[in-house]
């Protein structure tokens, strides 16, 4: 109860039916009143009663519902914010079930969560930093809820018409709808499609929006209105945001000065650093995407073998990228023009094989670009201090890079005074400062600000990251178990077994160390010699090699999973994406640090290896499972 407030006391206008007003009873000088409010009304009410001011007849609000006719000629009118649309049907077309023509005016643009299919028909699309022309092709997007939105925005006025001419007849029924609705002021046309999810239903559930829940009260359904007006599944557009958390459809300004610089660079060199979380991947992939507008192909190096961008954790690898990537890592992995086996998501375990590894990942990106005007990105990981501050500068010095982007967090920032002294080959200058002909390397450092791609409570912790990572390699498309994969009958004397030398193994628990755990598969052209052991015992057990320079002298063809190993017809069975052309390549396996996701042990399997069901439930007994804490934001006191 409210101070000055009475109770009400509830009256029904007829009797045995359900209550639509409640009544209260003010008195006046010379006469009585009743009149039907609200609850919410009547307390008004008795506060003009107690105070004495003189109530205002509350107006009665008349709500006209469109016509049949007016929902299909406009369906949500003009938007502006972080979408600038204007959704009539006639720049919506629904073609069948599953597939829309969007007709963009002259900078109309379109935010969305979620994943579609594009395909440009008409006109010039920008598209994350990639500019996109007419093709037959059908670009994937993927932008779920933990991470950045899409925007699809108009690019400039087309020169020509729109000309249904240079289209198949496969396409016919399409053009024919475009060409009944198409404008003079149309400049772009794309028609959006529901694309067949080869991912995980854990992964999947990133692309769906949930309901709200009480605890959840920091998802984007809280943040932004939202709607889907392309009926696609999985797809909402973004209309406004509620509150600036983090930026809806970012493209900073900083990005587009930063490209504009190095693509007018011969032989550009760009080296990429900053902490962990300051948007060093996001940056990577947009000046990816813009590189490709001007250039058939682009090498990309990466050294985060936690968190890489096109292969699963666990590696370094070089790749020549020709086609745009839109989406989290795990939606475009590839397969790498040459990768190392580190074996753990950080370099702190082995840091000589993890720089000699990419020492041979340069050398080999130089003599296959040396007569090649090809741009190089360096993407680094996010270990900045002791150890991994060493690690750095030593990259710093075997790649010599033409520019070094740092994204800055806080008041850390590198400054060439501090890069003088342990890269002395290499003279680092600001952009705006003058430099003169020197035998030195010249690189220009540049400083960004760090951007938040997603909520704090959206946004996946690492481990959860790699997890996604491992299941869209394997192409696991379930969390059931590792018994949906391509799997092979491997002899234990065909192959060799190696540990590494940061995780040693003794002998006699070797098979078990291996058996449900991912591994390396390597091509090893290194020669050993033989100690102990007979030409009979060769033959009934595995062959193990002790190498420390193996991981980084030793190409890595792919990973595997080795499910089970059968100690009766001595082969190990192993499952792995790799065909069989690849398989040939392998002569190595190597065991690593490499986590495995636990469902892939327990879902659908009895008798799954290391893991119990009779145990005691409760994190009182200890049976809760642990996790690491280290990702939790602390707050001073």
Not at 59 to 67: A, E, H, N, S, Y
Not at 172 to 193: G, M, R
Not at 315 to 322: A, C, G, N, Q
Request: charged share 20%.
């Amino acid at each position: 109860k409210k101070k000055g407030f009475v109770n009400l006391q509830n009256m029904r206008q007829n009797s045995g039916k359900k209550r639509k007003h409640e009544t209260i009873e003010t008195k006046k000088a010379g006469a009585d009143q009743q009149q039907p409010v609200s609850k919410r009304q009547g307390n008004t009410a008795r506060y003009f009663k107690q105070t004495g001011v003189s109530e205002k007849p509350v107006p009665t609000k008349t709500v006209v519902k469109p016509t049949a006719e007016e929902k299909n000629s406009v369906l949500y009118g003009q938007i502006q914010g972080a979408t600038q649309f204007n959704f009539t049907a006639s720049k919506v077309l629904y073609v069948s079930q599953g597939v829309t023509a969007v007709l963009f005016d002259e900078g109309e643009r379109v935010t969305f969560h979620g994943g579609v299919g594009m395909r440009v028909m008409y006109g010039r699309l920008g598209v994350f930093g990639c500019v996109l022309l007419p093709s037959p092709e059908v670009h994937q997007l993927f932008a779920p809820f933990n991470s950045h939105t899409l925007t699809l925005e108009a690019v400039g006025r087309p020169d020509e018409k729109f000309n249904p001419e240079f289209f198949s007849e496969e396409d016919a029924s399409l053009v024919s709808v475009i060409s009944e609705n198409i404008t003079s002021s149309t400049v772009a046309v794309v028609v959006l499609s529901s694309i067949s999810w080869s991912i995980s239903e854990e992964e999947l559930n990133l692309f769906r929006l949930r309901k709200k829940k009480k605890e959840d009260s920091q998802f984007t359904t809280n943040r932004v209105r939202h709607y889907n007006p392309f009926r696609i599944p999985n797809v909402i557009v973004i209309i406004e945001e509620y509150e600036r958390e983090y930026q809806i459809g970012f493209v900073p300004d900083q990005w587009f000065q930063l490209c504009q610089r190095a693509k007018e660079r011969q032989n550009l060199r760009m080296f990429v650093c900053g902490k962990k979380g300051t948007g060093k991947s996001t940056l990577c992939r947009f000046m990816l995407n813009y590189m490709l507008n001007f250039y058939p192909r682009v090498a990309f190096i990466e050294t985060d073998c936690g968190q890489p961008e096109f292969c699963p954790p666990g590696l370094v690898s070089l790749h020549f990228v020709d086609s745009p990537v839109f989406g989290p890592p795990f939606t475009h992995l590839r397969e790498p023009a040459l990768s190392y086996f580190i074996g753990s998501p950080t370099p702190k375990d082995d840091p000589e094989s993890y720089v000699g590894a990419i020492s041979n990942l340069i050398s080999y990106a130089d003599s296959t670009l040396r007569n090649e005007n090809v741009p190089v990105i360096f993407n680094t990981h996010g270990w900045l201090h002791g150890m991994g501050k060493l690690l750095m500068q030593d990259l710093l010095n075997k790649f010599k890079p033409t520019d070094l982007v740092q994204m800055r967090q806080g008041d850390y920032v590198i400054t060439p005074e501090a890069l003088s002294k342990p890269c002395p080959n290499i003279k680092f200058v600001y952009p705006s400062a003058e430099t003169k002909e020197t035998k030195e390397t010249v690189c220009y450092i540049h400083t960004l600000d760090e951007i938040n791609s997603a909520p704090p409570r959206l946004s996946k912790p690492p481990r959860e990251s790699r997890y996604h990572r491992i299941l869209s390699y394997f192409g696991v498309n379930s969390y059931q178990s590792i018994g949906n994969g391509m799997s092979y009958s491997v002899p234990w004397s065909s192959i060799r077994i190696a540990f590494l030398p940061a995780f040693p193994v003794a002998p006699s628990q070797a098979l078990y160390a291996l058996n449900g755990s991912i591994v390396g598969l390597l091509q090893d052209t290194n020669t050993y010699e033989k100690k102990g052991g007979s030409a009979e015992e060769s033959s009934l057990y595995p062959i193990f090699v002790a190498s420390p320079n193996l991981t980084h002298t030793s190409k890595c063809i792919g990973l595997g999973i080795i499910k089970s190993i059968d100690t009766f017809s001595r082969t190990f069975v192993i499952m792995t994406p790799l065909d069989q052309e690849h398989l040939k390549l392998v002569n190595t396996v190597v065991h690593g640090q490499i986590e495995m996701p636990s469902y892939f042990l327990y879902k659908e399997a009895s008798n799954a290896p290391y893991l119990t069901s009779d145990a005691l439930s409760g994190s009182e007994a200890g049976a809760r499972t642990q996790s690491t804490r280290n990702f939790v934001e602390r707050h001073n006191r």
